[in-house]
Protein backbone atom coordinates (compact mmCIF):
# COMPACT_ATOMS: atom_id res chain seq x y z
CA UNK A 1 0.00 0.00 0.00
CA UNK A 2 1.56 3.83 -0.80
CA UNK A 3 1.22 6.61 1.29
CA UNK A 4 -1.41 7.84 -0.26
CA UNK A 5 -3.46 5.29 0.27
CA UNK A 6 -2.48 5.03 3.98
CA UNK A 7 -3.59 8.42 3.72
CA UNK A 8 -6.93 7.86 1.97
CA UNK A 9 -7.60 4.83 4.70
CA UNK A 10 -7.26 7.62 7.59
CA UNK A 11 -9.71 9.61 6.27
CA UNK A 12 -11.86 6.94 5.90
CA UNK A 13 -11.42 6.05 9.44
CA UNK A 14 -12.86 9.74 10.09
CA UNK A 15 -9.18 11.06 10.51
CA UNK A 16 -9.99 15.14 8.97
CA UNK A 17 -6.21 16.07 8.96
CA UNK A 18 -5.39 13.22 6.41
CA UNK A 19 -7.55 15.21 3.97
CA UNK A 20 -5.40 18.10 4.69
CA UNK A 21 -2.46 16.43 3.69
CA UNK A 22 -3.54 15.13 0.42
CA UNK A 23 -4.46 18.87 -0.42
CA UNK A 24 -1.24 20.35 0.63
CA UNK A 25 0.88 17.55 -1.44
CA UNK A 26 -1.09 18.17 -4.06
CA UNK A 27 -2.21 21.70 -4.62
CA UNK A 28 0.38 22.74 -6.44
CA UNK A 29 0.21 20.28 -8.87
CA UNK A 30 -3.56 20.43 -9.60
CA UNK A 31 -3.58 24.34 -9.76
CA UNK A 32 -0.78 24.05 -12.42
CA UNK A 33 -2.54 21.52 -14.85
CA UNK A 34 -5.42 23.58 -14.42
CA UNK A 35 -3.20 26.89 -15.38
CA UNK A 36 -1.44 25.56 -17.88
CA UNK A 37 -4.58 23.80 -19.33
CA UNK A 38 -6.62 26.94 -19.20
CA UNK A 39 -3.94 29.68 -19.77
CA UNK A 40 -6.21 31.40 -16.82
CA UNK A 41 -3.97 32.21 -13.75
CA UNK A 42 -7.02 33.90 -11.82
CA UNK A 43 -9.31 31.06 -12.81
CA UNK A 44 -6.87 27.95 -11.39
CA UNK A 45 -7.48 29.23 -8.43
CA UNK A 46 -10.97 28.61 -8.22
CA UNK A 47 -10.96 25.47 -9.75
CA UNK A 48 -8.27 23.92 -7.88
CA UNK A 49 -10.30 24.77 -5.05
CA UNK A 50 -13.55 22.90 -6.76
CA UNK A 51 -10.96 19.98 -7.88
CA UNK A 52 -10.53 19.28 -3.85
CA UNK A 53 -14.15 19.80 -3.17
CA UNK A 54 -15.30 17.55 -5.57
CA UNK A 55 -12.64 14.82 -4.36
CA UNK A 56 -13.48 15.84 -0.61
CA UNK A 57 -17.00 14.65 -1.67
CA UNK A 58 -16.03 11.43 -3.29
CA UNK A 59 -12.98 10.14 -1.63
CA UNK A 60 -14.98 7.66 0.44
CA UNK A 61 -15.50 5.84 -2.44
CA UNK A 62 -12.28 6.00 -3.55
CA UNK A 63 -11.70 2.06 -4.35
CA UNK A 64 -8.28 2.23 -5.29
CA UNK A 65 -8.36 0.75 -8.59
CA UNK A 66 -6.24 3.23 -10.46
CA UNK A 67 -3.61 5.02 -7.73
CA UNK A 68 -4.39 8.01 -5.88
CA UNK A 69 -2.29 10.35 -8.38
CA UNK A 70 -4.57 9.09 -11.50
CA UNK A 71 -7.71 9.48 -10.36
CA UNK A 72 -7.03 12.81 -8.89
CA UNK A 73 -5.75 13.95 -11.74
CA UNK A 74 -8.47 12.49 -14.11
CA UNK A 75 -10.88 14.26 -11.46
CA UNK A 76 -8.96 17.99 -12.65
CA UNK A 77 -8.91 16.84 -15.78
CA UNK A 78 -12.17 16.26 -15.81
CA UNK A 79 -13.55 19.67 -14.71
CA UNK A 80 -10.83 21.75 -17.26
CA UNK A 81 -12.70 20.06 -20.24
CA UNK A 82 -16.41 20.86 -17.98
CA UNK A 83 -15.30 24.34 -17.46
CA UNK A 84 -13.95 24.75 -21.67
CA UNK A 85 -17.31 23.60 -22.91
CA UNK A 86 -19.04 26.37 -20.35
CA UNK A 87 -16.65 28.97 -21.64
CA UNK A 88 -16.39 27.99 -25.11
CA UNK A 89 -19.72 30.76 -25.84
CA UNK A 90 -18.37 33.09 -23.63
CA UNK A 91 -14.70 32.86 -25.36
CA UNK A 92 -15.83 33.17 -29.16
CA UNK A 93 -17.94 36.61 -27.89
CA UNK A 94 -14.16 38.16 -26.26
CA UNK A 95 -11.95 40.27 -28.22
CA UNK A 96 -8.44 39.38 -29.12
CA UNK A 97 -7.32 42.44 -26.68
CA UNK A 98 -9.69 41.08 -23.81
CA UNK A 99 -8.14 37.64 -24.29
CA UNK A 100 -4.83 38.91 -23.82
CA UNK A 101 -5.74 40.78 -20.84
CA UNK A 102 -6.66 37.42 -19.40
CA UNK A 103 -2.90 35.88 -19.51
CA UNK A 104 -1.00 37.01 -15.96
CA UNK A 105 2.15 39.42 -16.31
CA UNK A 106 5.12 37.47 -15.75
CA UNK A 107 5.70 36.45 -11.97
CA UNK A 108 9.76 36.37 -12.49
CA UNK A 109 11.99 38.86 -13.54
CA UNK A 110 12.02 38.21 -17.40
CA UNK A 111 11.68 41.77 -18.06
CA UNK A 112 12.51 41.96 -21.01
CA UNK A 113 9.11 42.97 -24.01
CA UNK A 114 10.41 39.98 -26.15
CA UNK A 115 10.63 37.27 -23.27
CA UNK A 116 6.95 38.72 -22.25
CA UNK A 117 6.20 38.49 -25.80
CA UNK A 118 7.24 34.75 -26.19
CA UNK A 119 5.59 34.01 -23.26
CA UNK A 120 2.42 35.09 -23.91
CA UNK A 121 2.68 33.50 -26.94
CA UNK A 122 3.37 30.19 -25.59
CA UNK A 123 0.23 30.15 -23.03
CA UNK A 124 -1.64 31.24 -26.02
CA UNK A 125 -0.18 28.40 -27.77
CA UNK A 126 -0.94 25.79 -25.23
CA UNK A 127 -4.23 26.95 -24.76
CA UNK A 128 -5.13 26.96 -28.28
CA UNK A 129 -4.25 23.51 -28.97
CA UNK A 130 -7.25 20.91 -29.13
CA UNK A 131 -8.05 19.93 -25.37
CA UNK A 132 -7.04 16.02 -26.03
CA UNK A 133 -3.91 17.23 -27.08
CA UNK A 134 -3.21 19.45 -24.58
CA UNK A 135 -3.61 17.06 -22.14
CA UNK A 136 -1.19 15.18 -23.25
CA UNK A 137 1.37 17.50 -23.78
CA UNK A 138 0.79 19.04 -20.56
CA UNK A 139 1.45 16.43 -18.54
CA UNK A 140 4.26 14.86 -20.72
CA UNK A 141 5.89 18.15 -20.67
CA UNK A 142 5.19 20.04 -17.54
CA UNK A 143 4.79 17.15 -15.25
CA UNK A 144 7.01 14.80 -16.95
CA UNK A 145 4.56 11.65 -16.06
CA UNK A 146 5.60 8.48 -18.26
CA UNK A 147 3.86 7.45 -20.95
CA UNK A 148 2.30 4.98 -19.33
CA UNK A 149 0.74 6.98 -16.14
CA UNK A 150 -0.72 9.45 -18.77
CA UNK A 151 -2.47 6.76 -20.65
CA UNK A 152 -3.82 5.71 -17.44
CA UNK A 153 -5.15 9.05 -16.98
CA UNK A 154 -6.70 9.81 -19.87
CA UNK A 155 -7.68 6.30 -20.54
CA UNK A 156 -6.43 6.02 -23.83
CA UNK A 157 -3.30 3.59 -25.41
CA UNK A 158 0.16 4.04 -26.73
CA UNK A 159 -0.39 4.98 -30.34
CA UNK A 160 -3.05 7.36 -29.02
CA UNK A 161 -0.89 9.04 -26.69
CA UNK A 162 1.89 9.50 -29.13
CA UNK A 163 0.02 11.06 -32.22
CA UNK A 164 -1.71 13.40 -30.29
CA UNK A 165 1.86 14.08 -28.27
CA UNK A 166 3.23 14.46 -32.20
CA UNK A 167 0.61 16.48 -33.47
CA UNK A 168 0.68 18.96 -30.53
CA UNK A 169 3.94 19.64 -30.53
CA UNK A 170 4.22 20.14 -34.38
CA UNK A 171 1.29 22.74 -34.14
CA UNK A 172 2.98 24.47 -31.12
CA UNK A 173 6.75 24.45 -33.25
CA UNK A 174 4.43 26.52 -36.24
CA UNK A 175 3.23 29.00 -33.71
CA UNK A 176 6.47 29.63 -31.94
CA UNK A 177 8.79 29.80 -34.96
CA UNK A 178 8.84 33.39 -34.75
CA UNK A 179 11.39 32.89 -31.64
CA UNK A 180 13.29 29.98 -32.29
CA UNK A 181 15.85 31.71 -35.25
CA UNK A 182 17.72 33.64 -32.59
CA UNK A 183 17.77 30.41 -30.00
CA UNK A 184 21.21 28.39 -29.93
CA UNK A 185 20.86 24.45 -31.01
CA UNK A 186 19.78 22.56 -28.13
CA UNK A 187 21.68 21.06 -25.37
CA UNK A 188 20.96 17.16 -24.38
CA UNK A 189 22.16 15.98 -27.59
CA UNK A 190 24.90 13.71 -27.31
CA UNK A 191 25.76 14.64 -30.47
CA UNK A 192 28.86 17.51 -31.00
CA UNK A 193 28.30 19.42 -32.97
CA UNK A 194 31.49 19.52 -34.38
CA UNK A 195 31.16 15.74 -35.85
CA UNK A 196 28.08 17.00 -37.65
CA UNK B 1 16.43 3.38 -38.98
CA UNK B 2 14.29 5.37 -41.11
CA UNK B 3 13.21 9.46 -40.59
CA UNK B 4 9.45 8.31 -39.57
CA UNK B 5 11.03 5.95 -36.80
CA UNK B 6 13.05 8.70 -35.87
CA UNK B 7 10.46 10.85 -35.31
CA UNK B 8 8.58 8.96 -32.96
CA UNK B 9 10.96 8.25 -30.52
CA UNK B 10 11.84 11.92 -30.14
CA UNK B 11 10.12 12.28 -26.76
CA UNK B 12 11.72 8.47 -25.91
CA UNK B 13 15.44 9.67 -26.49
CA UNK B 14 14.51 12.99 -24.81
CA UNK B 15 13.50 11.73 -21.54
CA UNK B 16 16.43 8.84 -21.83
CA UNK B 17 13.75 6.27 -22.27
CA UNK B 18 15.27 4.57 -25.57
CA UNK B 19 17.44 0.88 -24.79
CA UNK B 20 20.89 1.07 -25.61
CA UNK B 21 21.02 -0.11 -28.85
CA UNK B 22 17.50 1.85 -30.27
CA UNK B 23 19.94 4.78 -28.59
CA UNK B 24 22.60 4.45 -30.78
CA UNK B 25 20.63 3.89 -33.65
CA UNK B 26 19.10 7.09 -33.01
CA UNK B 27 21.85 8.48 -32.83
CA UNK B 28 23.78 7.54 -35.90
CA UNK B 29 20.50 8.90 -37.89
CA UNK B 30 20.82 12.09 -36.10
CA UNK B 31 24.19 12.25 -37.34
CA UNK B 32 23.65 11.23 -41.01
CA UNK B 33 20.38 12.46 -42.02
CA UNK B 34 20.10 16.30 -42.54
CA UNK B 35 16.40 16.65 -42.28
CA UNK B 36 16.10 14.55 -38.83
CA UNK B 37 18.63 17.22 -37.52
CA UNK B 38 16.65 19.90 -37.98
CA UNK B 39 13.46 18.21 -36.81
CA UNK B 40 15.32 17.45 -33.47
CA UNK B 41 16.41 20.88 -33.15
CA UNK B 42 13.15 22.26 -33.45
CA UNK B 43 12.07 19.77 -31.33
CA UNK B 44 13.98 20.95 -28.47
CA UNK B 45 13.51 24.30 -29.21
CA UNK B 46 9.76 24.23 -29.37
CA UNK B 47 10.54 22.28 -25.38
CA UNK B 48 12.57 25.51 -24.79
CA UNK B 49 9.99 27.40 -25.13
CA UNK B 50 7.38 25.54 -23.77
CA UNK B 51 9.47 26.52 -20.47
CA UNK B 52 8.29 30.25 -20.73
CA UNK B 53 4.97 28.53 -19.40
CA UNK B 54 6.02 29.02 -15.71
CA UNK B 55 4.82 27.32 -12.62
CA UNK B 56 2.53 29.38 -10.19
CA UNK B 57 2.62 29.03 -6.11
CA UNK B 58 -0.90 28.73 -4.77
CA UNK B 59 -1.49 31.85 -3.35
CA UNK B 60 -1.27 32.22 0.57
CA UNK B 61 -4.94 32.01 1.79
CA UNK B 62 -5.44 28.61 -0.39
CA UNK B 63 -5.69 26.46 2.66
CA UNK B 64 -8.30 29.10 4.63
CA UNK B 65 -10.37 29.42 1.43
CA UNK B 66 -10.53 25.94 1.05
CA UNK B 67 -11.15 25.04 4.84
CA UNK B 68 -14.50 27.55 4.42
CA UNK B 69 -15.78 25.88 1.70
CA UNK B 70 -15.32 22.49 3.07
CA UNK B 71 -16.92 23.80 6.20
CA UNK B 72 -20.16 24.36 4.08
CA UNK B 73 -20.19 21.36 2.25
CA UNK B 74 -20.19 19.51 5.92
CA UNK B 75 -23.48 21.30 6.35
CA UNK B 76 -25.16 20.03 3.25
CA UNK B 77 -27.93 17.34 3.95
CA UNK B 78 -26.42 14.37 2.66
CA UNK B 79 -28.95 13.18 0.01
CA UNK B 80 -29.63 9.71 0.97
CA UNK B 81 -30.77 10.85 4.74
CA UNK B 82 -31.92 14.66 3.69
CA UNK B 83 -35.13 16.09 3.02
CA UNK B 84 -35.12 15.90 -0.70
CA UNK B 85 -36.47 11.73 -0.91
CA UNK B 86 -39.56 13.31 1.75
CA UNK B 87 -40.15 16.61 -0.47
CA UNK B 88 -40.22 14.18 -3.17
CA UNK B 89 -42.79 12.05 -1.82
CA UNK B 90 -44.63 14.77 -0.48
CA UNK B 91 -44.57 17.35 -2.86
CA UNK B 92 -47.28 19.71 -1.32
CA UNK B 93 -46.40 19.65 2.27
CA UNK B 94 -42.93 19.98 0.99
CA UNK B 95 -43.75 23.31 -0.93
CA UNK B 96 -45.82 24.45 2.06
CA UNK B 97 -43.05 24.23 4.78
CA UNK B 98 -40.44 25.57 2.37
CA UNK B 99 -42.52 29.10 1.81
CA UNK B 100 -43.41 29.14 5.63
CA UNK B 101 -39.29 29.30 6.15
CA UNK B 102 -39.20 31.22 3.37
CA UNK B 103 -40.54 33.83 5.26
CA UNK B 104 -38.92 33.12 8.69
CA UNK B 105 -35.52 32.98 7.23
CA UNK B 106 -36.49 36.68 6.13
CA UNK B 107 -38.04 37.76 9.26
CA UNK B 108 -34.72 36.81 11.18
CA UNK B 109 -32.39 37.71 8.84
CA UNK B 110 -34.32 41.22 8.73
CA UNK B 111 -34.17 41.04 13.34
CA UNK B 112 -30.42 39.75 13.02
CA UNK B 113 -29.28 42.65 10.83
CA UNK B 114 -30.75 44.86 13.22
CA UNK B 115 -29.57 43.25 15.85
CA UNK B 116 -25.53 43.56 14.35
CA UNK B 117 -26.02 47.00 13.71
CA UNK B 118 -27.12 47.45 17.48
CA UNK B 119 -24.09 45.25 18.43
CA UNK B 120 -20.84 47.53 19.32
CA UNK B 121 -17.72 45.98 17.27
CA UNK B 122 -14.83 44.97 19.24
CA UNK B 123 -11.07 45.90 18.64
CA UNK B 124 -10.42 42.62 16.80
CA UNK B 125 -13.37 43.11 14.48
CA UNK B 126 -12.27 46.79 13.76
CA UNK B 127 -8.14 45.68 13.10
CA UNK B 128 -9.64 43.69 10.58
CA UNK B 129 -12.56 45.57 8.69
CA UNK B 130 -9.58 48.27 8.54
CA UNK B 131 -7.11 45.68 7.04
CA UNK B 132 -5.07 46.24 4.05
CA UNK B 133 -6.10 45.73 0.31
CA UNK B 134 -4.39 41.98 1.45
CA UNK B 135 -7.81 40.98 2.15
CA UNK B 136 -9.11 40.74 -1.30
CA UNK B 137 -12.67 40.46 -2.50
CA UNK B 138 -12.69 36.53 -2.88
CA UNK B 139 -12.55 36.36 1.37
CA UNK B 140 -15.19 38.80 1.23
CA UNK B 141 -17.41 36.48 -1.27
CA UNK B 142 -16.63 33.08 0.41
CA UNK B 143 -17.49 34.55 4.29
CA UNK B 144 -20.47 36.80 2.73
CA UNK B 145 -21.43 32.96 0.91
CA UNK B 146 -20.13 31.28 4.68
CA UNK B 147 -22.53 33.57 6.41
CA UNK B 148 -25.84 33.24 4.33
CA UNK B 149 -25.07 29.47 4.78
CA UNK B 150 -26.58 30.60 8.39
CA UNK B 151 -23.40 30.48 10.38
CA UNK B 152 -22.95 32.95 13.33
CA UNK B 153 -19.79 34.47 13.35
CA UNK B 154 -19.97 35.98 16.54
CA UNK B 155 -17.33 37.47 17.87
CA UNK B 156 -17.20 36.51 21.50
CA UNK B 157 -16.75 32.65 19.82
CA UNK B 158 -13.24 34.39 18.58
CA UNK B 159 -10.38 33.93 19.92
CA UNK B 160 -8.27 37.06 20.91
CA UNK B 161 -6.30 38.40 17.93
CA UNK B 162 -2.48 38.40 18.33
CA UNK B 163 -0.81 40.78 15.50
CA UNK B 164 2.18 39.14 16.08
CA UNK B 165 1.31 35.96 15.22
CA UNK B 166 -0.38 36.36 12.69
CA UNK B 167 -0.47 39.01 10.32
CA UNK B 168 -3.41 41.13 8.93
CA UNK B 169 -3.34 39.11 5.43
CA UNK B 170 -3.94 36.35 6.85
CA UNK B 171 -8.01 37.56 8.69
CA UNK B 172 -9.85 36.69 6.33
CA UNK B 173 -13.44 36.62 7.38
CA UNK B 174 -16.26 38.22 8.08
CA UNK B 175 -19.89 37.80 8.48
CA UNK B 176 -22.48 38.79 5.89
CA UNK B 177 -23.04 42.22 6.89
CA UNK B 178 -18.91 42.99 6.22
CA UNK B 179 -17.94 43.96 9.80
CA UNK B 180 -17.12 40.86 11.48
CA UNK B 181 -13.56 39.67 11.03
CA UNK B 182 -12.63 36.58 12.73
CA UNK B 183 -9.57 35.17 12.70
CA UNK B 184 -6.46 34.71 14.37
CA UNK B 185 -3.49 32.45 14.92
CA UNK B 186 -2.61 30.39 11.70
CA UNK B 187 -4.87 29.02 8.58
CA UNK B 188 -5.28 26.24 10.11
CA UNK B 189 -7.26 27.25 13.00
CA UNK B 190 -9.34 29.45 11.18
CA UNK B 191 -10.93 26.11 9.59
CA UNK B 192 -10.68 24.14 12.56
CA UNK B 193 -13.04 26.83 14.67
CA UNK B 194 -15.52 27.10 12.16
CA UNK B 195 -15.71 23.47 11.70
CA UNK B 196 -15.67 23.27 15.51
CA UNK B 197 -18.67 25.60 14.91
CA UNK B 198 -20.21 23.56 12.30
CA UNK B 199 -20.45 20.43 14.45
CA UNK B 200 -21.66 22.04 17.77
ZN1 LIG C 1 15.92 11.18 -41.18
Partial sequence: MDDDALTIDRFKNGERRAFDDLVIKYRKSVLNLIYRFTGRQDEAEDMAQEVFIRLYRSLKDFRGESSFFTYLYRVTLNLCFQERKKRAKAESRMSPEEDLEKIPSAATPHGEAETREARETVIKAVRGLPPDQRAVVILFRYHGLPYREICDILKIGMGTLKSRLHRAHASLKEKLRPYMEDMEIPTGTEVDADEL | MNCSVFKTMMPDYETESLPGTTRLKWEE?????????????????????????????????????????????????????????????????????????????????????????????????????????????????????????????????????????????KVFAYDEFGNIGIDLVGEKDIAQLILDENRR
Fill in chain 2, 29 to 169: HLKSCAGCRLEWEEWMKTARLLDLHEEIEPEADFMPRLYVKLAMEDRKPRPESGVLPWFLAFPKAGMAIAGLLLVLGITWFAWSGLLQHNTPVPAVTQAAVSAPAAISEKHVADLKNFAGAGNNLLPEKIPAYNAEETPLE
